[in-house]
Every structure is written in C-alpha cells, then in structure tokens.
C-alpha cells in the first residue's frame, strides 16, 4: 500500500533549539497534515496544507506543502518542554475522495529542559 | 460540545475472546473512521463509514475483524477470537465531509492488549 516516509524516527534536543521533521512519498497527495499525540491521548491537529507551496505558521510552528505534492516538512522553532511528543504527518492521497488518511511512522521529540 | 469519545479506555482480554470497542463521534460529523496503532507506530487504516454510503473495509486486517454505525452516529469495531498480534491502540476519528476535505478530530483510543 501507499506509504509515507517520516523523518527522523526520533530527537532529543536541548530547549530552545529548532526542530526540523519531514515527510516524503512516491505518491502525490491533495492534503498534507500535522498532528501531534501526547502519551495516552489521540492525535491533535496541528496545521493543515490545502495547496501544493503553501506555507502555514501556527504560532511557533510552520509547515509547508511540497510543490511536487509528494512532500511536507514541519519546524518547530525555539522548542520548549511542552513540544514532547510524537509528532505524525498524513495525507489523503489526491485519488481519494473519502478523507481517509495515510499517517507517516511518527517523529518522537525529547525536549531537555 | 464534547470531542469524540471511546470506550473502554483499556482492555485486557484473553486470546480466542471477542471484544467490542466503541466510538461516539463529535455530533453532526458525518463521517467515521476507525485506526489501530500498534507501539511505536504510526496509525493503520481500518474502516471508514461516511453517512449512507457502503464503508470502506479495504483495511481491516482479516475476517475476525468488523464494525458498524447505526444510526449513522455511535460505531462498534468488534475483534472475533483475539490474537496476540491484535494489541494495539484502537483510535476512532469523526470529520465533518464538507467539500475535498474536512480535518480528523481522534477520541482517545482503547487500548488492547491480548493475553
């Protein structure tokens, strides 16, 4: 099946350090999202991208929609403690018309205080 | 108003059980999806519904598997004759379909584990 690459697998930075995360695949898609998963809770919205070259801030975070449509990446800048967690990508892919998603591996970010 | 909610949060069970999940989509989300992560992964596709239209089972992962949603609000996702490979983080998400794209709001999951 589709699949989508995400990387790094995981961080552990120093706080106020920036944090860059992307995601790739070989298939092109109309969405782009970010969420984030704290320890025993479902995944939470971060930032959606609608258009291929979009760029979308969400406070201390920015993401971007490749021009391809095969990629995203998101950056977290001056991190804090807070920003722990598993960070997802995920897509729907441009042939889908069900809003089903395909979620990257996730990105595990440690944040030392 | 409340987010989606799942229920139970945890389940232990033993192998050959069947267990039943249940999700209680965001009102008015038209619809329903149903993800299973397992540790350290990222979330697996199981089965979308979207109001009166056939699902889309295309993931779930074997015949022990299935789900409904009556009425087109509540759904349970039932696992016939548990395995140890069926323990996992059964995530349900609702949006509301409305032109190409509509974001997943995510209940909190249950948690499976299979003894």
């Known amino acids: 099946g589709q699949q989508l690459n995400q990387s790094p697998q995981s961080m552990f930075i120093q706080e106020g350090e920036d944090v860059s995360m992307n995601c790739t695949s070989s298939?092109?898609?109309?969405?782009w999202l970010w969420y984030k998963q704290d320890p025993g809770e479902g995944p939470v919205l971060l930032i959606a991208?609608?258009?291929?070259?979009e760029l979308t801030s969400n406070g201390r975070l920015t993401a971007q929609f490749g021009i391809t449509r095969k990629d995203s990446f998101l950056n977290i800048s001056a991190s804090i403690p807070s920003d722990v967690g598993i960070y997802f990508c995920?897509?729907?892919?441009?042939?889908?018309?069900?809003?089903?998603?395909?979620f990257g591996q996730g990105t595990t970010l440690q944040v030392k205080p | 108003g409340a987010g989606v909610s799942q229920s139970p949060s945890n389940k232990v069970t033993e192998k050959g059980k069947d267990v039943e999940l249940r999700c209680d989509p965001i009102?008015?989300?038209?619809?329903l999806y149903w993800y299973r992560q397992s540790l350290g992964q990222g979330l697996e596709f199981l089965i979308y519904?979207?109001?009166?239209?056939?699902?889309?089972k295309s993931g779930l992962p074997s015949d022990r598997f299935s789900a409904e949603r009556t009425g087109g609000s509540v759904s349970t996702l039932t696992i016939q004759r548990t395995q140890q490979e069926d323990s996992a983080v059964y995530l349900c998400?609702?949006?509301?379909?409305?032109?190409?794209?509509?974001?997943?709001?995510f209940g909190n999951g249950t948690r499976l584990t299979v003894t």
């Open positions: 519904f979207q109001g009166n239209s056939a699902p889309d």
């Open positions: 009102s008015g989300h038209t619809a």
């Open positions: 298939s092109i898609f109309n969405t």
């Open positions: 995920a897509g729907q892919l441009y042939t889908s018309n069900t809003g089903k998603l395909i």
């Open positions: 998400a609702s949006s509301y379909l409305k032109g190409s794209y509509s974001p997943l709001h």
């Open positions: 991208l609608y258009k291929a070259g």
